[in-house]
């Protein structure tokens, strides 16, 4: 499968907590992204990290990359009620100059108030 | 406000009657793509496009046609659906760079019966 990875699958916490959610992928990147859907709507771009980058921040996300493990982790602090919904990772291999984003399968949040 | 439309939001159709899903853009971006999101499978590229009259194909393009005739279009032509073409379409458009994530519309659900 070309997709990638994505732990837990499922993960329920009260507003307040922080949530962690695990993406790995397959093939070298040249940026791997997040994304947020909430139920059937469509993808909100969160945050995009570059290969050569290994952390980053934007507002209460914090992305980490590591490229020898092909791994990332989206860490959203202080969570709210609002931030109910699924999370992917995409990965941008840049081969063939396609543009293909591979997605993982995603991770489905619920902050309970 | 910068965004991609597309339309319809839902359809429901039968077997082998043509449609055509409306993609629009009006950030002047020059990459556009069409996937499509199913249980278990996750999102699954069908179609893209670097440029006006720039098209190709992605993973699953059988059934499937797009056209590129204009910068800000980019339509997703089912000739002949069939019922295994049910599913839930994104088309998302990027700057040629790609370096700052994908817009994507807010989805089209389509059943085909």
């Known amino acids: 499968s070309q997709q990638g990875e994505e732990d837990p699958q499922a993960l329920s916490i009260q507003e307040g907590e922080n949530a962690t959610m695990n993406c790995s992928y397959k093939t070298s990147i040249n940026n791997l992204q997040w994304y947020r859907q909430n139920s059937g709507r469509g993808l909100v771009h969160l945050i995009l990290i570059r290969s050569n980058e290994r952390e980053k921040h934007s507002g209460r996300l914090r992305v980490t990359l590591d490229t020898s493990k092909k791994s990332s982790s989206l860490l959203i602090t202080a969570s709210r009620a609002a931030d109910t919904a699924s999370y992917f990772c995409a990965s941008d291999h840049g081969s063939s100059n396609t543009g293909k984003l591979i997605f993982g399968q995603g991770t489905t949040l619920q902050v309970k108030p | 406000e910068a965004q991609v439309t597309q339309n319809p939001r839902y359809l429901i159709t039968v077997t082998g009657k043509k449609l055509t899903v409306t993609c629009s853009q009006n950030m002047n971006h020059e990459y556009m793509s069409w996937y499509r999101q199913d249980p278990g499978l996750g999102l699954r590229q069908i179609y893209y496009s670097m440029n006006v009259e720039v098209t190709d194909k992605g993973d699953v393009p059988e059934g499937y046609k797009v056209s590129r005739k204009e910068k800000r279009n980019f339509p997703l032509i089912l000739e002949s659906p069939s019922p295994n073409q049910t599913s839930l379409y994104f088309c998302?458009?990027?700057?040629?760079?790609?370096?700052?994530?994908?817009?994507f519309g807010s989805g089209t659900r389509l059943t085909v019966v």
């Open positions: 998302a458009s990027s700057p040629y760079d790609r370096d700052n994530g994908y817009t």
